[in-house]
């Protein structure tokens, strides 16, 4: 198979234009895909601003964000990413908004492209058997905020050859990734610890165990935790966490994936967290505030 040199990119929200701006500034060429133009220049626009930090902070050479923002380029067409050597998937949390997309894709990318998801709950399998490679399609699952994290998970599923494993392996290692091997069980090795952590942060809220910016000082505090889980819980997407839950607990029929209704609620109302403005933190606001909630 060929060297990896142009990656495409399925969704640039939250984690799309964070892969995105990885792999730009890791050098290879990048084609992002998304379904409207306002979507892709607010991605845009992030990636620039990200960038920016990093040479604030002087661990980026101005010349070397020109050069990462020349690497990248955006699309609403699917059918452009056709001669990219990988394709990474990080579009809505959804079985068959995902496979719809690897359908389309798989009859027009060449037999040497390796798909990769970043589902955070499916398995690989589920999207694997709806292409006709289900030898080169593999999971790589990226952490949020993507620049700043240094995980990912790297995901064989049964059908998955060998070769497209070390291959996916090294790709997240040349991105200045740590990779690990992951079994392909929903929610690999991160999320089937961390989701019962964070909707039990929900469920002690609902049961008045205590306030919002309490439950995540003493996660902070108590346990050392960067943020609190309601505080991210609002970073990841509350509209993500919500179909992540449901996906696992209709993986496991374990209570403790259970979505709790006050999340259900809370999507409901259009609250997505930090990327819609509100969650369990109000972000229109600076410092933002608590939202109120009617518990
Ligand atoms: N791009 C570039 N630089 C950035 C940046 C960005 N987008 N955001 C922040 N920075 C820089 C800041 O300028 C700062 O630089 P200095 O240290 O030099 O000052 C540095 O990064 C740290 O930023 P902050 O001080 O604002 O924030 P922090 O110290 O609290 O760290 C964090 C931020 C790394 C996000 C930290 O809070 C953290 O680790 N949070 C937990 C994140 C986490 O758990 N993620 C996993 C989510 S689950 C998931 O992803 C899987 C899933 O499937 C749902
Ligand atoms: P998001 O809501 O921020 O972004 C999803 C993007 O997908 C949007 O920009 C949307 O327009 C786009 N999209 C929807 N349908 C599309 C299509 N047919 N073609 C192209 N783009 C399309 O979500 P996100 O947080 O970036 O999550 C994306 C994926 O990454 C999900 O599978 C999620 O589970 C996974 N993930 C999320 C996190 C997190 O912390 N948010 C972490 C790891 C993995």
Redesign the pocket.
Known sequence: MSEIKRVGV???????SGIAQVAAAAGYETLV???AQP?LDRAKAGIGQSLAKFVEKGKLQPVDREAALKRLNFTTT?ADLKPCDIVIE????DLE?KN??WKELDARCGPGTIFAS????LTIAAMAAATRRPDRFVGL????PVPLMQLVEVVKTVTTSGETFSRAYAFAKSLGKEPVAAKDNSGFIVNLLLVPYLLDAIRALEHGVASVPDIDKAMQLGCGYPMGPLTLLD???L??TY??AEIMFAEYKDQKYAPPPLLKRMVLAGMSGK?SGKGFYDYSVNPPAVSSLGL
């Open positions: 399925l969704g640039c929200g939250l984690m799309g895909r998304d379904v979507i699917t990080a579009v809505t949390e908004v719809a997309l970043n589902t955070s709950s699952h990226f952490f949020n970073f990841v997407g509209d993500t179909r992540i990327k």
